[in-house]
Structure formats: C-alpha cells, structure tokens
C-alpha cells in the first residue's frame, strides 16, 4: 500500500492492493474520515483537514502523511 503526495494539500492518493475500509486519524488519535476503499488507487479529499500528521490504517496496514 502506497500512500502519496506527502505533503499533501487537497488529496491523497492511496494504492492498495486490498479493499476495507480506510481510516485517517489525527495526531490526537480522531477519526477524521472513514471511507471504503478499493483494490486500484483511490483520490482521498483531505482539503477540509487542517495543517497536521495523519495516520491512516487500511486493514493491517498503518501509514501516514503530512497535511499542509
């Protein structure tokens, strides 16, 4: 799983070669988005996220990006 760009400004693209659901937690550890993804890449909106560190957890897989 790929997660890219970092620094992200509007959206982040993930590529997973799994489906589940995707969640994005803040530095704080808050759900900030949950949404299902699919094998392939997905185009995740993050333009409504403040400047920050997410963390992002598909499945077992756990990654992070920087907002900005």
Request: charged residues 20%; contains cysteine; glycine residues 8%.
């Amino acid at each position: 799983t790929l997660v890219y760009p970092s620094p992200a400004t509007d959206h982040v693209n993930i590529q997973s070669s799994v489906e589940g659901r995707l969640y994005i937690f803040d530095a704080q550890g808050k759900l900030v988005i949950q949404q299902m993804c699919k094998k392939g890449i997905n185009l995740i909106d993050v333009s409504g996220l403040s400047e920050g560190i997410y963390y992002l957890q598909l499945g077992e897989k756990r990654m992070h990006f920087v907002k900005k």
